[in-house]
């Protein structure tokens, strides 16, 4: 099925590990994003880019780094992870301003 | 400052009946989108519809309906006919930007419980 596929689905990191969440979609968007949703305050964007080669800055960069290795894959990595880390994150794709998100299913990430 | 508000973190509705989800938002760009989105317990987002900061009509999709009121700022959410599936949180959401990127500003979500 088309759409925005992420890896992997759950992940345990102790303080100070680091990872990379990944990201793939196959609708051909320019967009895509990253954001973190922790309880009673929504989804809040960390990177984003609008297109092949360039990403930008959110809400909430600190702490992580992204790469966007080509139009299909956006990663996101935790170089040293933190208990404050501890989220729900999901990667989404758009078509462009006027279109709404497609999300993958998320990666629940606990730090301990 | 740019936000989006919904008071309601909680609502019942009873099966087959309408119900009215509350979204306010703050922004003083011309040009924006407001989103609603659901998110079931299995954790995914669903994209529900879309309504642009210049657009007369009222969105509409299905039993889901977009009451836009752009003196106000608000951009409630109307499910008609609740089914039990639609049992799940809500979220909000204000898209800006330019260069054909929207960014999200997402509100803090209403749960939403439909009774049998």
């Known amino acids: 099925n088309a759409g925005v596929t992420q890896t992997p689905k759950f992940q345990v990191l102790k303080t100070g590990q680091s990872m990379t969440l990944q990201c793939a979609q196959d609708m051909n968007h320019n967009s895509m994003y990253w954001y973190r949703q922790d309880p009673g305050m929504g989804l809040r964007l960390i990177y984003y880019s609008a297109s092949e080669g360039t990403t930008d800055k959110g809400e909430v960069p600190n702490g992580y780094n992204v790469s966007r290795l080509n139009k299909r894959e956006f990663s996101l990595r935790l170089e040293s992870a933190a208990p404050s880390q501890t989220s729900v994150y999901f990667c989404?794709?758009?078509?462009?301003?006027?279109?709404?998100?497609?999300f993958g299913s998320g990666t629940r990430l606990t730090v301990v | 400052a740019q936000k989006i508000t919904q008071t309601q973190p909680g609502m019942f509705v009873q099966e087959k009946e309408a119900v009215t989800l509350d979204c306010t938002y703050d922004t003083s760009d011309p040009s924006y989108g407001l989103f609603w989105y659901k998110q079931p317990s299995s954790g995914e987002m669903i994209f529900l519809i879309y309504?642009?900061?210049?657009?007369?009509q009222n969105a509409t999709e299905g039993r889901y309906s977009l009451n836009f009121q752009k003196a106000r700022k608000s951009a409630n959410l109307v499910i008609s006919a609740s089914q039990l599936g639609d049992s799940a949180m809500y979220f909000c959401?204000?898209?800006?930007?330019?260069?054909?990127?929207?960014?999200?500003?997402f509100g803090t979500g209403t749960r939403l419980k439909v009774l049998a």
């Open positions: 959401a204000m898209g800006l930007g330019a260069s054909g990127t929207y960014k999200y500003i």
């Open positions: 309504q642009g900061s210049y657009d007369q």
């Open positions: 989404a794709s758009s078509e462009g301003v006027g279109y709404g998100y497609t």
